[in-house]
């Protein structure tokens, strides 16, 4: 967890949890590879498919400045949003192992801050489970729960086997009506057909690059332009390799590892108003 990230469409990371039980990522999950290689050090778990919780963390990022209103250097995008953390990057909220109900006490906690959260998970079904069971489900005195209005809830899908997550988030999203959603496409190890998501607020797209695995020039533009297509905002990461980068003239090389970031001639590159105006 950091006040400050390299991931370029957030401000901060916050780890409450790390580890996870894995998914079709396997040995290329970048979290396990960084915590298998500090294993058993403080504030890491012993083993990364052994996850652990650390409540104490909460308390930092209601110390963290409200950033609203403020210029980012480098991440122009951001400009003029509250401060936006990836909450849990170290693993996956909703994994197996975790209870599901482990997050509750922080939704109201960080509910409470002026920052708005971006959530992702793997375990769509989990989630929904999850959720439903918080807003539901637990109802103290008789009154129904209600999400903080600060959380960005999303799902991963990086192929066409894992286009399912998307109807469970769709699901999610007309029970969470006006909460929002999104997607992140990173990587994108296979070639993939959307089904209808005008209805999704934001995605992210990426490519990976590695002695396994590869994505393509042609999987990366089909899937942004039916996002586009169909109206989504969609921030494009990076290719995953300069060798599929059809731009030459990218001016953005040696910026990122695993490729540049030009597409379509553009830095295509949205954080939605949406997802602010939910933070109201
Ligand atoms: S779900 Fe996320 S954290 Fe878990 S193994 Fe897969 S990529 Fe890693």
């Known amino acids: 967890?950091?006040?400050?990230?390299?991931?370029?469409?957030?401000?901060?990371?916050?780890?409450?949890?790390?580890?996870?039980d894995g998914c079709?990522?396997?040995?290329?999950c970048y979290a396990n590879k960084l915590v298998s290689r500090t294993a058993?050090?403080?504030?890491?778990p012993d083993?990364?498919?052994?996850?652990?919780?650390?409540?104490?963390?909460?308390?930092?990022?209601?110390k963290w400045s409200d950033l609203t209103g403020t210029k980012r250097d480098g991440k122009e995008w951001l400009n003029g949003y509250p401060r936006v953390i990836f909450l849990n990057d170290m693993g996956d909220t909703f994994t197996r192992s975790l209870s599901r109900d482990w997050i509750w006490p922080y939704f109201e906690q960080l509910g409470n801050t002026p920052h708005i959260y971006l959530l992702l998970t793997k375990y769509s079904s989990l989630m929904k489970k999850s959720l439903?069971?918080?807003c539901i489900l637990s109802q103290p005195y008789g009154k129904p729960r209600t999400?903080?209005?600060n959380f960005i809830f999303g799902v991963s899908v990086t192929g066409r086997n894992t286009t399912g997550r998307l109807d469970v988030l769709r699901e999610i999203?007309?029970?969470?009506?006006?909460?929002?959603?999104?997607?992140?496409f990173e990587p994108v190890?296979?070639?993939?057909?959307?089904p209808d998501v005008s209805w999704l607020d934001w995605a992210v797209v990426g490519g990976i690059s590695n002695s396994r695995l590869k994505s393509s020039y042609s999987q990366i533009l089909h899937l942004v332009m039916e996002l586009q297509n169909q109206g989504v905002p969609t921030f494009f990461k990076q290719w995953g390799t300069k060798e599929i980068n059809p731009y030459q003239d990218d001016h953005t090389i040696g910026d990122v590892k695993g490729g540049r970031k030009i597409l379509s001639g553009y830095l295509n590159r949205m954080f939605p108003l949406e997802l602010y105006e939910s933070n109201k």
């Open 147 to 149: 999400l903080p209005k």
């Open 173 to 184: 999203s007309h029970q969470l009506n006006p909460w929002r959603t999104w997607v992140s």
């Open 40 to 44: 058993g050090n403080s504030g890491i």
């Open 24 to 28: 079709e990522v396997g040995a290329d």
């Open 1 to 20: 967890m950091a006040i400050t990230s390299n991931i370029e469409y957030i401000d901060s990371s916050l780890n409450l949890e790390i580890g996870c």
């Open 132 to 134: 439903d069971e918080y």
């Open 189 to 194: 190890l296979s070639a993939i057909t959307l």
């Open 47 to 62: 083993k990364f498919d052994h996850p652990v919780i650390y409540p104490e963390r909460v308390k930092l990022a209601s």
